[in-house]
Every structure is written in C-alpha cells, then in structure tokens.
C-alpha cells in the first residue's frame, strides 16, 4: 500500500469519527431538550416547514458523510 493510499484512509477515519460525533451530540441534545420546557422569551419560533427542511438537509449531510468516509477507508 502506497503513502498516499494510507493518508486517505486516516482522513476518511478522521472524517467518520467527527461525522459519528456530531450525530451522537444532535441526538443526545435532541433528548435533553425533549424534556426540558420551553423558556418564555421572545424569540420567534421557527415554522413547522423551516424545522423539517432544516432537519432533512442536517440528515442529509450526516448520511453523506458518513458514506463519503467510510467509501474513503473502504475503497482505497
């Protein structure tokens, strides 16, 4: 196995290991809020339309990501 081989299989590790991080912390925040109520300030609150395309696309990120770092580690 060549250098160049090995140094995109530790940046497809590194890319997996943030992407696997960052859906650990999203959900583990999605729990804590679950449970706590909601603070009374007056910030506007996001539509039911905004949340679910911003929700998809954040999905969409982790899921492509996650495929591009493993097609790293895998196919190289």
């Given at each position: 196995?060549?250098?160049?081989?090995?140094?995109?299989?530790?940046?497809?590790?590194?890319?997996?290991?943030?992407?696997?991080?960052?859906?650990?912390?999203?959900?583990?925040?999605?729990?804590?809020?679950?449970?706590?109520?909601?603070?009374?300030?007056?910030?506007?609150?996001?539509?039911?339309?905004?949340?679910?395309l911003?929700?998809?696309l954040?999905?969409?990120?982790?899921?492509?990501?996650?495929?591009?770092?493993?097609?790293?580690v895998?196919?190289?």
């Amino acid at each position: 196995m060549d250098a160049s081989a090995i140094l995109v299989k530790i940046a497809g590790l590194v890319l997996f290991f943030f992407t696997a991080r960052s859906v650990y912390r999203h959900f583990k925040a999605r729990a804590a809020k679950r449970g706590k109520p909601k603070p009374s300030d007056n910030k506007p609150e996001q539509s039911k339309v905004e949340h679910a395309l911003n929700t998809f696309l954040l999905y969409a990120w982790f899921v492509f990501m996650t495929a591009l770092s493993l097609g790293m580690v895998v196919n190289n």
